[in-house]
């Protein structure tokens, strides 16, 4: 009986010492609780920022300019001083052409302007011969016409109709000296002319290159016959293959909607996939006229090659700009919620008390979005989902940056 109620007397000294124990442990846990109950959410700060909305137009270089370079006779390949690949400058020779008739007439040609020119000193002596002899019988005349006037019956009349004639004939002969001189002057001319038309000829078998390029294309080979480029009748087979890619061009369809706002000389950022890399263009021109089976005009952007780093055949992707912000109020796109019908935003208020906004919205990016009304700068929005917050709810927020909630999609 003793031993029961001892038994009991130390039980009820232990409970006191439990519960102080269990009162103890409440008390430690007690902010352990309070700071699981902390709600930490993803804000951004609304700050002015330069906006633009663009546009990704595909394109594939072309060289600014290409030909197939042809002769302008026609004659066998002498000599061909290129191949694919090279490097030329405008009028570096391409290749010669072998023409032996050719020389033939330039011989001739040569010798008709020489003797032509012979013709006009024969001319010239002639006609200081006849003006010599007329003058010698004009002076005969008029010495016999003066005398004839003093003293009537000292010479007769047949002399002075003699001397009247010869006068005549003499100042015939000069005319007649001074046309022939005029035709031999002209038939210089026309040799000269026959001699230049034969020299042009010759220098056409010498082939040279129109502008500055890369040789891409070989047609001919040594002991070929050429064609020549400006006959007609026959598909006359070209030397080689010159293109420009010092600078390329892209020809860009653009959209009937963005046509009004193309300008040029306008800048534009040209990325090239392919090489990972970007590079400056501007728009160099356009063709002012709508396809009717796309609805867009041809736009051509100019690129600088001077490294040749770019080739024709690569695609290339142009970033046009439609519309710019300058300080516009943004803020990043996860921070709206319906945009199409009443946007809003949640707001980090006074006390880290959450509040939900209207706003009206301007230009949208690819990640951010201007807000015309109802933020001001230096709000903290809040971004990402918002199925766990709502108005009212007391939170801390944790600010970051656009690449992080990139990185978190």
Known sequence: MQSQVSRRAGAMAVVPLLLAGG????????PAEKKSDVTIVPVAKVVPADLTRDMVLTAEFRPYQEVDVHAKVAGYLKKIYVDIGDRVRQGQLLAELEIPEMADDLIRARASTRLSSANVDRAKDELTRTQSAHEASHLSYTRLAAVLKTRPNLVAQQEIDDAMARDRISEAQVSSA??????????????QAELKKSETLDAYSRITAPFTGVITNRYADTGAMIQAGTASQTQAMPVVRLSQNDLLRLVLPVPESVVPRIQLGKAVEVRVPSLNRSFNGRIARFSGHLSLATRTMETEVDVPNPNLV?????????????????DALAVPLEAIANPEAEPTVMVVGAGGVLQI???KLGLETPRRVEVIAGLSPGDLVVVGS??????????VPRQVEIAELKEAR
């Open 310 to 326: 770019l080739l024709p055949g690569m695609y290339a992707e142009v970033s046009l700009t439609l519309e710019q912000r300058d």
């Open 23 to 30: 009162c103890a442990r409440t008390s430690a846990d007690s």
């Open 357 to 359: 906004k209207p706003v």
């Open 178 to 191: 001074r046309a022939a001189l005029a035709a031999a002057e002209q038939q210089v001319q026309v040799s």
């Open 386 to 395: 918002r199925s766990q917050f709502h108005e009212g709810q007391q939170v």
